[in-house]
C-alpha cells in the first residue's frame, strides 16, 4: 500500500493533469457536438443518449456499506476505485454518483468526491456549485413557495389555502438549525400573511426526490404538478398543479435534469447527477443518470447513501422497481473501525486493535449480507483499507465471509486507485457473468402500507413490531383519502442503527420500530413514515469544517476535503 498519509484529498487532485471533456465523452462514443459545456472539466449530456436496449443489456453494480460510523466508510471511495479497477482489467466501465450537498461539505462530514488516489475531479467544483444544479432545484421549490404564499394573499386568484394545513417548506443548501422553525409574512398586510413555516436542506426537497424519480422533462412537469401542498378551508386537497406552477418549476430545472460528466483521478468517465440524502429521502442519484451510464457502458458501479438498510433498501425497492432496472450483485463496503464500533469500541478506539470487538461487530456486517440476499443479490464484501487494520482482524473477516459463501476482499483504492481494486473488480466480474443474481423487490407496492412498512422493519431491520403514534395513525387515514397506498415506502430512520434509536449497535433484537407520523411525496411517489425525530434541516458542529478551508490570492483552495 502507498504512503500517502502527506497528501491530501485536496492535494492530490490538484496534482491531477486532468484530461479536456470532450476527451472522456469519446470513451463513450459520444459526439463532442452533443456536450453542453461547463468550462473545460464538466459537461452536460442530453437525454436522447438514453438507449433502454442497452439499459437492459449492460451491468449495474450497486455499491452499499454496513451500518455506518459518522464519517462514514468510503462507498464513494470504492465506488470510484472499483470503476478504476474494472477499467485497469478491460473493461468498459463509468461510476454514477450523487452530487454533494453543501451542507456535510462546511459541517462535519466534508466533501464526497471519494478520496487519496480514487476520487472524481475537478474536486473543488464537484464539492462546491458544480453546474447549478442544486441552485435550480432549491429555486423551483421556493417558486411554489412564493406562489403558495401570494395565493394566500390573492383576493382575486384565492384557491382558499388554510395556511395551517400547508405542509410545503422552504429550502436552501446549508446547514442552518435557525431556519428550522419560522414564523413568516410579519410587518403589515403587504408583506402577506402571518404563518408558521420552516426551511429544508436542498437534499430533503420533494423536488430533489422528483427529479432524481422522473424519467424525462414531461414526466418531470407531471410529478411536480402532484405536489401536495395542504388543504383548502373545506378540506380539500390543494397541488402544485392548481397553482399552475409544473411548467414554471420545470423551467428553473430545464438544465438541472441532465446528467453531468466528470472524470475519475485515472481518466476515466464519471456522471454525477442528484443528491437526495439516505435517512430522510431516498439516498441515490437520478434514473436518468443511471440510465445514461447503461447507455454508454457495459459496466455502471453506483452507490447508495448510509448503510444497505437505508440507501440500499430504497435503491432496490423504490428506484430499481420503478425504473426496471436489473442490478447483478452488491459490493457491500466494511472497514475494520466500524466492526471495532459496532464491537463496542469507543471513538477514541476506532484504530486501535482488536480481534475481539472486530469479531462481536461481525454480527452488523452479516445481517446487512442476509439482507442483500433476500433481493435475489448474492453480495461481496470490499474491506476498505486503513493503516490500523491488521492481518488477524482481515482474516477474521474473510474467513466469516467465505463460510456464508461471500468474498471478502481488501480493497486499496484509497492509497493504489486502480492498482488497487484489481482484485475486486474480477471477483465482481465473476459475480456478474455467473448470472446466479437475479433481483426481486421486498414486497409488492400494492400491499396495504401497514404491511410494507411490517415487511421492512421485521425483515431488514429485524424489529419483532411496529406500533404506530395517534397521529401516525391519522395521517395513514389521509394518505387512504388522497388514494397512495400504492406507494412504496421511503422509511426516514437513524442511519447509526438497524432500530430507530441510534443507542442501539450492532445487530439489535427484541426492539419496536416506532412510527411517530407520516410526510408524502405525492409528487416523488412515495410514502415517507417518520421513525423518531428526524432533521431535514441539519445544523453545524461546533467546529465546522469552514473554519478549515482557506482561499489563496489565486483562487487556490485548501482544506477542502
Known amino acids: 500500500m502507498e504512503d500517502t498519509t502527506f497528501l491530501t484529498d485536496i492535494e492530490i487532485a490538484q496534482q491531477n493533469t486532468m484530461s479536456h471533456i470532450k476527451t472522456i465523452a469519446q470513451k463513450l462514443k459520444i459526439d463532442a457536438e452533443y456536450l453542453e459545456y461547463y468550462g473545460k472539466y464538466k459537461a452536460k449530456l442530453p437525454l436522447h443518449l438514453i438507449d433502454e436496449k442497452k439499459v437492459a443489456q449492460n451491468h449495474l453494480i450497486l455499491v452499499t456499506a454496513m451500518t455506518p460510523t459518522p464519517a462514514g466508510e468510503g462507498k464513494t471511495t470504492t465506488s470510484i476505485g472499483l470503476t478504476e479497477g474494472l477499467n485497469k482489467i478491460g473493461k468498459q466501465a463509468t461510476v454514477v454518483l450523487r452530487e ?58 384565492s384557491l382558499n389555502i388554510d395556511p395551517r394545513t400547508i405542509v410545503w417548506k422552504r429550502v436552501m443548501d446549508m446547514n442552518d438549525r435557525a431556519l428550522r422553525q419560522i414564523t413568516i409574512g410579519l410587518g403589515g398586510t403587504a408583506n402577506g400573511i402571518p404563518r408558521e413555516g420552516g426551511f429544508n436542506i436542498t437534499p430533503a426537497s420533494e423536488v430533489m426526490a422528483i427529479l432524481c424519480m422522473c424519467k424525462d ?45 466528470v472524470q475519475t483521478l485515472e481518466d476515466n468517465p464519471a456522471i454525477i447527477h442528484g443528491g437526495p440524502f439516505a435517512n430522510i429521502a431516498q439516498g441515490t442519484n437520478t434514473i436518468i443518470a443511471t440510465k445514461m451510464g447503461l447507455s454508454l457502458s457495459n459496466y455502471v458501479v453506483t452507490e447508495a447513501g448510509f448503510g444497505a438498510d437505508l440507501g440500499a433498501e430504497k435503491f432496490l425497492n423504490i428506484k430499481c422497481v420503478s425504473a426496471g432496472l436489473q442490478p447483478k450483485t452488491v459490493v457491500l463496503v466494511a472497514t475494520i ?7 463496542g469500541a469507543t471513538k477514541e478506539a476506532y484504530n486501535t486493535a482488536s480481534v475481539e470487538r472486530v469479531e462481536k461487530g461481525f454480527e452488523n456486517l452479516e445481517k446487512h449480507l442476509e439482507n442483500c440476499r433476500k433481493f435475489g443479490l448474492n453480495p461481496i464484501v470490499a474491506i476498505n483499507a486503513f493503516p490500523s487494520d491488521t492481518k488477524q482482524e482481515v482474516q477474521l473477516i474473510q474467513k466469516k465471509c467465505k463460510a456464508m459463501g461471500i468474498q471478502a476482499i481488501v480493497a486499496e483504492g484509497w492509497a493504489d486507485g486502480g492498482e488497487g481494486m484489481i482484485s475486486l473488480a474480477k471477483a465482481v466480474v465473476e459475480e456478474v457473468e455467473s448470472d ?82 407520516f410526510e408524502y411525496a405525492a409528487g416523488a411517489g412515495f410514502i415517507i413514515p417518520i421513525l423518531g425525530k428526524m432533521m431535514r434541516m441539519p445544523g453545524l458542529p461546533s467546529v465546522p469544517s469552514s473554519e478549515a478551508m482557506l482561499i489563496d490570492s489565486s483562487g487556490k483552495i485548501s482544506g477542502l476535503s
Open 100 to 157: 454533494p450537498s453543501l451542507g456535510p461539505v462546511f459541517g462535519i462530514k466534508g466533501g464526497a468526491a471519494g478520496g487519496g488516489y480514487a476520487q472524481v475531479v475537478p474536486m473543488e467544483d464537484i464539492n462546491l456549485h458544480f453546474t447549478g444544479d442544486f441552485s435550480a432545484v432549491e429555486k423551483a421549490n421556493n417558486l411554489l413557495s412564493a406562489l403558495i404564499d401570494n395565493n394566500i394573499q390573492s383576493k382575486q386568484h
Open 436 to 517: 446466479h443474481n437475479k433481483f426481486k423487490g421486498l414486497y409488492d407496492w400494492n400491499l396495504p402500507v401497514k404491511e410494507k412498512i411490517h415487511k421492512i422493519a421485521t425483515e431488514i431491520y429485524g424489529a419483532d413490531d411496529v406500533v404506530y403514534s395517534k397521529k401516525a395513525e391519522l395521517d395513514l387515514k389521509r394518505i387512504g383519502k388522497l388514494g397512495l397506498n400504492h406507494l412504496p415506502i421511503c422509511m426516514a430512520k437513524t442511519q447509526k442503527s438497524f432500530s430507530d434509536n441510534a443507542k442501539l449497535l450492532g445487530r439489535p433484537t427484541g426492539f419496536t420500530v416506532n412510527v411517530r407520523e
Open 337 to 343: 473501525r466500524a466492526l471495532r464500533h459496532h464491537g
Open 217 to 261: 422533462i414531461d414526466d418531470l412537469k407531471e410529478k411536480l404538478g402532484n405536489i401536495f401542498i395542504g388543504f383548502t378551508f373545506d378540506k380539500k386537497p390543494i397541488y402544485a398543479r392548481d397553482l399552475k406552477a409544473e411548467n414554471a418549476m420545470a423551467i428553473l430545472l430545464k438544465d438541472a435534469i441532465k446528467p453531468n460528466l
